[in-house]
């Protein structure tokens, strides 16, 4: 009887134990706490004179960025062709299409560091004559109280 009531008592530990790290590895979210020091050209929320005709990512440490995106105010795509490389590296350059006028766009960027640990980033700017600071654009969006428009 002891035997039997220590083996249902393991038993229901190891479930528990297995179960719950189960559930730990998913309630951590997409996003990571990770930081990986870098900068960029153009700078996060710089304003240019004119359309840049390249972007640059430069991190402290080797990583392998698996992703680079851009877009006109966070909404339309813009072709980049960034090819992804297995190759470590810290400095990357991205050449860009003729950038039509937007009120800015946002570059979006992720990287795998040496532990293959995922880091997700992203740098704003905007350019022109009248252009104004990217985050001065996106904080000052008034968002409907009804998200289901009638």
Same mark, same amino acid.
């Given at each position: 009887?002891?035997?039997?009531?220590?083996?249902?008592?393991?038993?229901?530990?190891?479930?528990?134990?297995?179960?719950?790290? $189960?559930? #730990?590895?998913?309630?951590?979210?997409?996003?990571?706490?990770?930081?990986? !020091?870098h900068?960029?050209? +153009? #700078?996060?929320d !710089? &304003?240019?004179?004119? #359309? +840049?005709?390249?972007?640059?990512?430069?991190?402290?440490?080797?990583?392998?960025?698996?992703?680079?995106?851009?877009? $006109?105010?966070?909404?339309?795509?813009?072709?980049?062709?960034?090819?992804f490389?297995?190759?470590?590296?810290?400095?990357?350059?991205?050449?860009?299409?003729?950038?039509?006028?937007? $009120?800015?766009?946002t570059?979006?960027?992720?990287?795998?560091?040496?532990?293959? &640990?995922? &880091?997700?980033?992203?740098?704003?700017?905007?350019?022109? +004559?009248?252009?104004?600071?990217?985050?001065?654009?996106?904080?000052?969006?008034?968002?409907?109280?009804? +998200?289901?428009?009638?």
């Amino acid at each position: 009887m002891i035997y039997r009531i220590s083996l249902i008592l393991i038993l229901n530990f190891l479930l528990v134990s297995f179960s719950s790290g $189960a559930n #730990a590895q998913h309630s951590h979210g997409r996003r990571n706490t990770i930081e990986l !020091e870098h900068d960029s050209i +153009p #700078a996060h929320d !710089e &304003v240019l004179q004119d #359309a +840049p005709t390249d972007m640059i990512l430069r991190f402290n440490d080797y990583v392998r960025l698996v992703k680079w995106t851009l877009k $006109a105010e966070d909404l339309r795509n813009v072709e980049i062709d960034f090819k992804f490389s297995n190759e470590y590296n810290k400095v990357f350059i991205q050449d860009l299409p003729q950038l039509e006028h937007a $009120a800015y766009y946002t570059a979006e960027w992720a990287a795998l560091d040496a532990n293959n &640990v995922i &880091v997700y980033g992203l740098f704003c700017f905007s350019f022109g +004559p009248n252009a104004l600071t990217p985050t001065t654009i996106i904080n000052s969006r008034v968002f409907s109280s009804d +998200p289901v428009q009638r």
